[in-house]
């Protein structure tokens, strides 16, 4: 079983920074994209970044500039640093990953995963 736990969400005053982790755990081959989401209240969940397994990244215009992601594959973490903070960044954020994992027939497959999300509040 894959899972994906965030962590270093918190209370940030505005113009402040914050760092995500997300962990993969479990039993898996490699990953290939890892994404950052985050979901404000009353609104959908938007896309905020993307790393590809060549290291490609690509950034929504909401946060191009400000944000940076970033992974490393040895510690299987993937990371959201967050400059620049705003109120309009509070949101609950989530990690996202395709992870390729075994099957028994002995071929693989490629799922994706969620983690559970932690919320960053920007506030003074």
């Known amino acids: 079983q894959v899972h994906l736990v965030e962590s270093g969400g918190g209370l940030v005053q505005p113009g402040g920074s914050r760092k995500l982790s997300c962990l993969a755990s479990?039993?898996?081959?490699?990953?290939?994209?890892l994404s950052w989401y985050r979901q404000a209240p009353g609104k959908q969940r938007e896309l905020l970044a993307t790393?590809?397994?060549?290291?490609?990244?690509t950034y929504a215009d909401s946060v191009k500039g400000r944000f940076t992601i970033s992974r490393d594959n040895a510690e299987k973490t993937h990371y959201l640093q967050m400059y620049s903070l705003k109120p309009e960044d509070t949101a609950v954020y989530y990690c996202n990953a395709d992870i390729i994992t075994p099957r028994s027939n002995g071929l693989v497959e490629t799922k994706n995963y969620w983690g559970q999300g932690t919320q960053v509040t920007v506030s003074s």
């Open positions: 790393i590809t397994s060549g290291f490609r990244t």
């Open positions: 479990g039993s898996f081959l490699s990953i290939n994209s």
